[in-house]
Nanobody, 119 residues
């Protein structure tokens, strides 16, 4: 099991910045994949950023150059630094983790944190 707790959402004006945090209940080294997704009501949940198996980071085209996905292994926490935000970034942001439990691959989700970008 992996529990994920997000924080850092809120309201910000266009052009502003926010940093989301996601604390995992166990060492990040025991988790195979981690990422951030977002969802707008009526739309599918979409990938924002994730760590690749090769150790790199994958970003959605819409956030490249504006968002940075990072990790602090000592704190079992990942972060999503969001800059130059616009109204299209308004969504509920979910932290995701994927890990093997024996031979089964399990997906885990946080409860989400709302980001609202408006003037």
């Amino acid at each position: 099991q992996v529990q994920l707790v997000e924080s850092g959402g809120g309201w910000v004006q266009p052009g502003g910045s926010l940093r989301l945090s996601c604390a995992a209940s166990r060492s990040l080294f025991t988790i195979n994949t981690m990422g951030w997704y977002r969802q707008v009501p009526g739309k599918q949940r979409e990938l924002v950023a994730s760590f690749t198996s090769g150790g790199g980071t994958n970003y959605a085209d819409s956030v490249k150059g504006r968002f940075t996905f990072s990790r602090d292994n000592a704190k079992n926490t990942v972060y999503l630094q969001m800059s130059n935000l616009n109204s299209e970034d308004t969504a509920v942001y979910y932290c995701h983790a994927g890990a093997y439990s024996g031979s089964w691959f399990e997906n885990y989700w946080g409860k989400g944190t709302l980001v609202t970008v408006s003037s």
